[in-house]
């Protein structure tokens, strides 16, 4: 009797991830882009960042062991398309991934017109995305209006990092020791050094950790600011990991990008300021839901009498504390990265089998 063995070498599949981060779009797009790489390299694909050439990019980037190529102009500007087209023709891509509000339906229609499959990362639903998938892991994105064949839609779909895959549970404290503050990328609005003076007004031992990201213009006067205040402060820059912070915080005032939603994967208290209108609908579905206090910015001392109760009120309720921490942790599981990874292979290989 004869055996016949069947060698069957899986291929590994590939994808172009193009993303930027500046001084005017921070880093939140990059860092939800390598979130979803390195889902989905644990899958089998293996993904190519093609970005903007920017310094906290390149230095971001270093930390991962992701190809990267670097290019002179933003997404959808000057020689963009034709070098992204470029490098996939030379690279063997048929498929991309953007992550950019400059992405619209003529720019994808380059795409497509040479058999390029796009799918899109977006979280405001303000334009056409002619593409072959969507992904808004928002609130109740599944409610918005895409025309895309495949969509994953909502929190079930929410791409987070790595060290939230799988949260552990924790217990809110009683007691107030640590408050983490921040404002993502850029310190827009200055609320670090706000923050630091309305919390030293709040009686007891309380340690303050500002986290500065790479972006912020106002750091000379955020260590002015910590000198000057009673409270203990902890400043921290260049860190791309932000959990172990989050990790040992007792509260947090965040802006309203998807920080909001690793903290509240990770059960903390959480005050979310819309600072931009992509933030707005992550900080009013949160509030509606009774999973943080949120706060939509607005230059008037309205907006700062409120931001500042806010504050004083969460920090002295250990009720409302452990009341926002478990309807927050309820909402998350920490899976939608592995999820959308799963999926987009699917969607590779399926495609594949077509064109063969």
């Not at 303050?208 to 912020?216: Q, V």
């Not at 959990?243 to 965040?254: E, L």
Request: hydrophobic content about 40%; charged content about 25%; aromatic content about 8%.
């Amino acid at each position: 009797m004869t055996l016949l063995f069947i060698y069957i070498r899986e291929t590994v599949q590939r994808i172009l991830i193009r993303v930027d981060a500046s001084p005017e779009i921070a880093l939140g797009h990059l860092k939800r882009c390598i979130s979803l790489a390195e889902g989905l390299i644990t899958k089998g694909v293996e993904p190519l960042f093609l970005c903007l050439d920017d310094e906290s990019s390149r230095k971001l980037l270093s930390g991962f062991s992701f190809q990267t190529a670097f290019i002179d102009t933003p997404i959808n500007t000057g020689d963009d398309i034709v070098s992204t087209l470029n490098l996939m023709k030379e690279k063997d891509l048929d498929c991309v991934i953007l992550d950019s509000y400059s992405v619209n339906s003529d720019y994808l229609d380059h795409f497509s017109a040479v058999g390029r499959r796009v799918i899109c990362i977006d979280d405001i639903a303000d334009r056409p995305l002619p593409c072959s998938m969507i992904i808004n892991g928002g609130l109740r994105a599944e409610e918005l209006n895409y025309e895309a064949p495949l969509k994953l839609l909502g929190i079930k779909y929410c791409l987070l990092s790595k060290p939230f895959w799988n949260p552990s549970a924790t217990k809110t404290s009683g007691d107030i020791n640590n408050i983490m503050i921040t404002m993502g990328g850029i310190d827009h609005y200055r609320f670090s050094e706000r923050c630091m003076k309305i919390i030293d007004k709040i009686p007891g031992a309380i340690r303050i950790t500002i986290i500065i990201g790479p972006f912020y213009d106002n750091k000379l006067d955020i260590e002015k600011v910590a000198r000057q205040i009673s409270k203990e402060v902890e400043l921290v820059t260049g860190k791309n990991d932000l959990h172990p912070y989050m990790q040992k915080c007792d509260m947090a005032i965040s802006a309203g990008g998807f920080t909001l939603y690793e903290l509240a994967t990770l059960r903390k208290p959480v005050i979310g300021l819309g600072l931009w209108e992509n933030q707005y609908r992550n900080v009013d579905e949160l509030d509606k839901m009774g999973a943080i206090l949120g706060l939509r910015y607005i230059d008037d001392n309205k907006f700062h009498n409120s931001f500042e109760s806010a504050v004083c009120r969460m920090a002295d309720s250990p009720e409302l504390r452990c009341d926002l921490a478990e309807k927050a942790g309820a909402l998350f599981d920490g899976q939608g990265t592995l999820r959308i990874a799963s999926e987009i292979k699917k969607f590779i290989e399926l495609n594949d089998i077509r064109e063969t």
